[in-house]
């Protein structure tokens, strides 16, 4: 017997509402995309990111000098990703 999306889901407003957080891989280039429009093609070449869990963003960078820049820059790509993502998802990014 096949049954309706109706009786599969009692709230389907709610369902149909619910926000999913995007993929790591999304997180992913769209890091990379703002770290080349900040820093250009050679910056974003420093920069890979590694891990994405829980709203932090774990990257490894190709020295301290490129460390450093993108740890005084963080706020400001954090805020851009979030632009392109439509929402808050990014809150932090650590250095690895």
């Known amino acids: 017997m096949i049954k309706s999306f109706g009786a599969l889901v ?9 926000e999913t957080a ?24 420093k920069f890979l990111p590694n891990y994405f869990s829980a709203g932090t963003l ?3 960078a190709q020295n301290s000098l490129w460390a450093a820049e ?11 990703i ?3 993502i439509g929402s808050s998802v990014v809150k932090e990014i650590k250095m690895k």
């Open 22 to 45: 995007p993929e790591k891989e999304t997180v992913f280039f769209l890091f990379k995309e703002v770290v080349r429009a900040e820093f250009g093609l050679i910056g974003a070449e």
């Open 10 to 18: 009692k709230n389907k407003q709610a369902y149909l509402k619910k």
């Open 58 to 60: 774990f990257i490894k």
């Open 70 to 80: 993108l740890w005084t820059n963080r706020n400001l790509i954090v805020r851009k």
């Open 82 to 84: 979030n632009e392109k």
